[in-house]
């Protein structure tokens, strides 16, 4: 037999930059067990030095190599090569027939790899037979021994065989009795994180975008990755290189075309470039561009063979070609001329058009065929807009142009309503402008609906929305026009307060939205249903359509849009309402971490001053005020709804009436004085100046005109603020009796508002008898208890009382006297005193019932009721005093 170079039977060195990839490895120890291992990659995958690694990884086991060339088409000389290998492993015994001098006959092939395979089976170890490059085996006889050898080949062998092409086996056969294990170019594909770490062996230390944006270039494909390594280590500037880098670069079109493009024959060549125009490519579209009958048996042979193309998705039957390739072949289309480009994607376009709107009209943009997008958009726009393809429709009506836009009536509504997602309202109204100056004389339902959306919500929040369409006992028919007729008789309603109608109607919005996979106006109708919550003071509403519109609105990726931003101001004032003041804080803080360009002004203004009264409410209460203030000034002259200006400025004048600044609280005042004029909450502010300066029974008049008189209130929850006031005046007027009627007023209005925190800004009578009266509240005693622990300015604070006087404070809400805590102590009544002076002192209180209200704001004691509900707080009449 022929002498053996040894470069041929040696196991190739690794390169410096090698990476260990284990998951590879895995696959490969699991193929032991199956008559053949087939690693199969076009040119480039890393196979060889995959496997050079993987033998290289441990010596319990010996590994013949053989790589081959086109002279292993003799016969001879290839068995020569594997003899050779498998007598180089060490744990080939020096007997072993392999040793001997091997007789070769041309017609005698299946009897030598019998004999071979009756030798491999005496040796006294595995070993592992890798058999490289066997794509270059091509000779009938060459190749049928292999196909003997696999089939008779000992279970002690594990034979791999590596290539660019399947290798003519038996392999559907080996498949089917899952006695074949298989590596292809999607699992030799390198992963992100196996891509950061050659390219950190290979010297680069790109940041994370950087490594991202190459693997989604490269496809992971090992070539692709070293190639860009190299232009990487000499270009000035990374990022430019990288926004560059495609198969059409130097390097790689010279590896692709000499390694890959090059051993195919014309017609596959060609069929592989015009079917790169689309990624991934189904079929149906690939007949189409090519003109070919067998264009699904030519991309199953393509990647079953070559790998150059892998399916996209189980039972799709779609495909996607290499990327780096892909790049390469469009580019060599252009070159080709553009027509002939512009008419492939005008010829995708027209396919897509009943698969998917998206991708029709990418394609559509490319043909630079203004017709045939101006076409497409009139049937999709809507479409579009509702499932949240913003960014689709944008491009497509660029490349119409701005002047074709405002031109035609449907493409200027499309362009507003897509304005309107960004939050340029001004960029909006304009095109809803040039809309109504092409406006056609015979107008289409669908057009009139989509012109009546993009007016309600180009008048902004002092507009006047026009009536909605579909005031008719009739629907336009289908999902899509149903669903904007709703939305614009919700907001209809909206705007003339029938929240209960506009309810009823996002709700049907939000089922549509759902039944037909409507993202976009999902996250728009729950936002709306949270604006119709919050405007009716429904808290608990609030939060879980607001919560939820964020969780939708973060799957699809606009967690930065002005739509996120309005459901993160109204989820986090509806923490902070509910005196969940550490998640109102948290939420605000997230939404105003977003940047002034992904939120609208009102949401920014909404976000800083929650988040400013939230850190009031945690204790720091100059930072609080000062952020509220700026909030304000932030804001400016800006225009908003009067609800969102009554809650904010209400938010920084209790905050500074609190702090006592009085100009401060003046100042907000006159601002929201001349934004809404006259409201219930105006005079609720000027309330709480009369009464803070002892003017009580001014302060009750105008009170009683919020909760009796015809004025207009904004807030629900002013009717809660009204009766706490009035609580306080009838405290202090020594009316018990009213004051606790005012209270359970109090209670009642502020229960199916779920709002605690105006109990916690309301004076330390109210909340005095808030203990008192606990137990007789009804149905809104869940309420008061939680109004007692929801203090402002810190949470529990264990360690302020020693352990026996937070035994002592513990039992002072009870009936026991002084007397008789210090005989269920077994202490003297002294002891007793002492332990209470000092749980006075540190509270900073005069009396027990105020100890006691104290220690709820603190969360010293917990919220259970008395031994006996309704009963006297102890400390009125105790026998015992201090």
Not at 105 to 110: A, E, G, K, N, S
Request: hydrophobic share 45%; proline share 6%.
């Amino acid at each position: 037999m022929p002498l053996v170079p040894s470069v041929k039977i040696t196991v190739p060195q690794i390169p410096p930059e090698f990476v260990v990839r284990a998951r590879l490895d895995g696959e490969l120890d699991a193929g032991e067990t199956a008559d053949l291992s087939l690693v199969c990659a076009p040119a480039g995958y890393g196979k060889t030095v995959l496997l050079a690694g993987w033998s290289r990884s441990t010596t319990a086991i010996d590994t013949a190599w053989v790589g081959i060339d086109p002279d292993d088409n003799e016969p001879s000389r290839l068995w020569a090569s594997v003899v050779a290998a498998i007598a180089g492993c060490p744990s080939v015994p020096p007997d072993s027939r392999i040793h001997a001098r091997w007789s070769w006959r041309p017609d005698q092939i299946p009897e030598f790899v019998a004999e071979l395979a009756e030798t491999l089976a005496a040796l006294p170890r595995p070993i592992r037979l890798i058999v490289d490059d066997v794509h270059e085996l091509v000779d009938p006889d060459a190749l049928h021994g292999i196909r003997i050898l696999t089939r008779i080949k000992p279970a002690t062998v594990h034979l791999v065989l590596a290539g660019r092409l399947d290798p003519p086996l038996s392999l559907p056969r080996l498949r089917l009795g899952g006695r074949l294990r298989e590596l292809r170019a999607e699992q030799l594909s390198f992963t992100r994180q196996e891509a950061t770490a050659l390219l950190g062996n290979s010297g680069l230390d790109l940041t994370p975008p950087q490594v991202e944006a190459l693997h989604l270039r490269t496809g992971g494909w090992a070539a692709g990755l070293r190639l860009a390594a190299l232009g990487i280590e000499k270009a000035a500037d990374r990022d430019a290189f990288l926004t560059q880098f495609s198969g059409d670069e130097s390097s790689v079109a010279d590896y692709l075309v000499g390694e890959i493009l090059s051993g195919l024959p014309d017609d596959v060549q060609d069929f592989l470039r015009v079917i790169s125009i689309s990624n991934p490519i189904p079929t149906g579209l690939a007949a189409e561009l090519s003109g070919r009958d067998d264009a699904g048996s030519m991309l199953d042979r393509l990647e079953h063979q070559t790998s150059l193309v892998a399916a996209s998705g189980q039972g799709t039957g779609a495909f996607r070609v290499q990327e780096l390739l892909r790049t390469h072949l469009v580019a060599d289309l252009r070159r080709q001329g553009d027509r002939r480009l512009a008419d492939l994607h005008a010829v995708a376009a027209r396919w897509w058009a009943s698969q998917d709107r998206g991708s029709s009209l990418e394609h559509a943009a490319q043909s630079r065929g203004t017709a045939l997008t101006t076409d497409l958009l009139h049937r999709f726009a809507v479409p579009l807009l509702l499932v949240g393809d913003h960014r689709t429709l944008r491009h497509a009506l660029s490349t119409v142009g701005a002047a074709a836009t405002a031109s035609d009536s449907w493409l200027a509504l499309a362009s507003s309503l897509g304005h309107l997602e960004t939050g340029e309202l001004p960029a909006a109204r304009d095109d809803l402008h040039a809309a109504r100056a092409s406006w056609p004389a015979q107008v289409p339902v669908e057009l009139e609906v989509l012109r009546t959306v993009a007016e309600q919500f180009c008048a902004g929040p002092r507009g006047t929305a026009p009536a909605a369409i579909a005031d008719l006992d009739d629907l336009p028919a289908g999902p899509e026009l149903e669903a904007l007729a709703r939305l614009t008789r919700g907001n209809a309603r909206l705007g003339h307060r029938d929240r209960a109608g506009a309810r009823a109607e996002f709700d049907a919005v939000l089922d549509l939205s759902r039944r037909h996979g409507f993202d976009y106006l999902r996250v728009l109708s729950l936002g709306l249903l949270g604006v119709v919550a919050v405007g009716s003071g429904d808290l608990p509403t609030t939060r879980a359509v607001c919560s939820e519109a964020l969780v939708a609105a973060d799957e699809q990726g606009w967690g930065d849009t002005p739509l996120a931003a309005a459901a993160t101001a109204m989820l986090a004032y509806a923490e902070l309402m509910c005196c969940e003041t550490a998640d109102a804080a948290r939420v605000a803080a997230r939404g105003i971490a977003r940047g002034p360009d992904a939120t609208a002004s009102p949401s920014r203004f909404a976000l800083q001053a929650v988040h400013g009264a939230a850190v009031f409410d945690l204790g720091d209460h100059s930072g609080g005020l000062a952020e509220l203030q700026q909030a304000r000034s932030d804001f400016g002259a800006e225009e908003t709804g009067a609800e969102l200006c009554a809650a904010m400025a209400l938010l920084e004048f209790r905050v500074a009436l609190l702090l006592g600044h009085p100009a401060a609280a003046h100042s907000a005042l006159a601002w929201l004085a001349e934004r809404t004029g006259d409201t219930g909450e105006l005079l609720m502010m000027r309330a709480w100046v009369e009464s803070a300066g002892g003017h009580r029974e001014r302060a009750r008049t105008l009170v009683r005109a919020v909760l009796e008189g015809p004025v207009r209130t904004l807030l629900p929850a002013t009717a809660v603020d009204a009766w706490l006031l009035e609580t306080s005046i009838a405290l202090a007027a020594g009316e018990r009796p009213a004051a606790r009627h005012a209270l359970r007023n109090a209670l009642a209005a502020a229960e199916p508002l779920d709002t605690i925190r105006p109990f916690a800004l309301a004076e330390p009578g109210v909340r005095e008898l808030l203990v008192h009266q606990r137990g007789s509240f009804g149905a809104g005693e869940d309420v008061a208890n939680r109004a007692l622990t929801a203090g402002l300015g810190g949470g529990p604070q264990p360690e302020l009382l020693s352990g026996r006087e937070t035994t002592v404070l513990e039992l002072l809400p009870t009936l026991l006297s002084l007397d008789d805590i210090a005989a269920d102590l077994t202490v003297s009544v002294n002891t007793v005193k002492s332990h209470v002076r000092s749980i006075y002192a540190k509270l900073g209180v005069s009396s027990r019932r105020l100890a006691v209200v104290a220690a709820h704001e603190r969360g010293l004691i917990g919220s259970a009721g008395p031994a006996r509900a309704g009963a006297p707080l102890a400390g009125s009449g105790v026998r015992t005093r201090v």
